[in-house]
Every structure is written in structure tokens, then in C-alpha cells.
């Protein structure tokens, strides 16, 4: 089975991140909009992909995460609260609202896709089907 991609739309979970989209991306992770970009990190093993945002200051009521037509979107409409009177003479922290969509696999569980956030890492585990995993050496006896 092919990984189905929308071209030029999401990175898939097996592209190189820093392709496509993400070439508008400076070091700082912005975009030409300045709307900053958690960065992200897809690790896999033989049982499913885990999905790391590094996202921390937020809370795990700050995130929404969605599944529609086989693309997972990570998005927090987190809104920095203004300090009347207060005056920053520098300031750093971002945060800032942000949408990631990553299309999946099409061999993946949807319905048992978890998310955990702690430590300021959300992690969001995508489990495998059976069929997508690899099968152990059957040896065949000679008769």
C-alpha cells in the first residue's frame, strides 16, 4: 500500500520536515507570518509513530488534535494575556497560535490514536494496524 500525500499541502510522517512548507521556516521557527511553529519530532517503532511538540508554558486544555480524511492537525488557539502596565523590555516568550497537519499512514489505527502533555512535550501516539507490522521468520520444515 502507498503513502498517500497532498502535494504541496501537509508533510507526510516519513517526509523530511525542512521540505516544502517547511522552507519558509527561519532558525527561530516562524513563518513569513510570525506565527510561530512548535517544532516537532516523529519517532517509530515496530508498533506505532509517536508525534513530540515541544510546546511548553501551555496546558493540555490549550490543544485541540483532530483526524479527518486520514490527516492529523495539532492546533492551540492560546492567546498571550496583556499585563496592563507592564512594560517588557524584553520578551521572548511566544505563544502564540499555531496549526501542524501531518498526513498519515495509511496503514495506522485511528481509533486508538492517544496524546499525553507533560513537561512541556505533548506526545501523541499513532498505533499501527497488525497488517503493518513486520511478520517474525517463519521457517519452513523440508519433509
Same mark, same amino acid.
Given at each position: ?28 521557527? &516562524? ?29 493540555? &486544555? ?21 499585563n496592563d502596565g507592564e512594560k517588557y523590555s524584553i520578551q521572548e516568550f511566544s505563544y502564540q497560535s499555531f496549526k501542524r497537519s ?42
Amino acid at each position: 500500500m502507498g503513502l498517500i500525500k497532498y502535494q504541496n499541502q501537509f508533510p507526510s510522517l516519513f517526509d523530511n520536515f525542512f521540505d516544502n512548507d517547511y522552507r519558509t521556516l527561519d532558525r527561530t521557527n &516562524s513563518t513569513t507570518t510570525n506565527t510561530v511553529l512548535p517544532s516537532v519530532n516523529i519517532k517509530e517503532n515496530v508498533d506505532a509513530y509517536t508525534v513530540e511538540v515541544a510546546a511548553p508554558g501551555f496546558v493540555k &486544555s490549550d490543544f485541540n488534535i483532530e483526524v479527518d480524511n486520514d490527516v492529523l492537525t495539532i492546533y492551540s488557539d492560546k492567546i498571550m494575556e496583556q499585563n496592563d502596565g507592564e512594560k517588557y523590555s524584553i520578551q521572548e516568550f511566544s505563544y502564540q497560535s499555531f496549526k501542524r497537519s501531518f498526513t498519515l499512514p495509511e496503514l495506522v489505527d485511528e481509533e486508538i490514536i492517544t496524546a499525553e502533555y507533560e513537561n512541556g512535550i505533548l506526545s501523541i501516539v499513532i498505533p499501527k494496524r497488525e497488517e503493518a507490522k513486520p511478520k517474525p521468520i517463519k521457517q519452513i520444515e523440508i519433509k
